[in-house]
């Protein structure tokens, strides 16, 4: 009896130093699992920002975009419009100042876009083009912000400020069967005020 006793205490100092040991195993392993999400997450959101501007990044525009076309083939998007904008003189910028004052512009730029889009989601698809998907509260003002943006401009322009082209259209339900139909259209407008601000 005490032979058997003897080994069942053994057997159970032995599982319990076992159970001990699987566990501080499983311990590390949420540890390294928690690191790991911790991990991508900061990679994605990395990914998902522009670093110069802070504003979504173009591989986000990119994935977002996919969203919105699956809501065209629903036939669920509504209250939807796009707005495309591009900083003007950038280029010239670049090659009489310099790359650091290029940035400058483009950060200047982006703020002035945010500011007045504060609604709507802006990102940075180029070195010196962004895109707002406009909705809610901004889709309802679309036409007051985008003449509000348009005379600040202006006013940029005569106090040597950044000056940016923007072109806004709306989905046209039914007609409109794809995001890049929208897309275009926004993007000619841009190039239409592009011109008329040139032209000042």
Not at 39 to 60: H, I, N, Q
Not at 66 to 79: A, C, M, S, T
Request: glycine share 8%.
């Amino acid at each position: 009896m005490g032979y058997l006793l003897g080994i069942c205490l053994i057997h159970t100092f032995v599982l319990e130093g076992e159970k001990e040991d699987r566990r501080e195993e499983l311990e590390n392993l949420l540890q390294v699992e928690k690191i790991r999400e911790a991990e991508l997450g900061s990679a994605r959101l990395m990914a998902y920002t522009d670093p110069l501007t802070g504003v979504k990044s173009k591989t986000a525009y990119q994935e977002d975009i996919i969203g919105i076309e699956k809501r065209i083939e629903d036939g669920i998007l509504k209250d939807f419009a796009v707005a495309v904008f591009d900083v003007n003189g950038l280029k010239l910028v670049n090659d009489t100042k310099g790359h650091d004052e290029g940035d400058k512009l483009i950060k200047e730029a982006c703020q002035v876009i945010c500011q007045t889009f504060k609604h709507s989601p802006i990102y940075r698809i180029g070195g010196d083009e962004f895109v707002a998907f406009i909705m809610g509260e901004d889709f309802k003002q679309k036409s007051e912000l985008v003449k509000n943006f348009d005379s600040q401009m202006e006013k940029n322009m005569a106090e040597n400020k950044a000056v940016v082209s923007c072109g806004l259209t709306e989905y046209e339900t039914g007609a409109d069967k794809s995001y890049l139909t929208i897309f275009s259209r926004a993007d000619m407008k841009m190039y239409e005020r592009k011109k008329q601000l040139k032209g000042l």
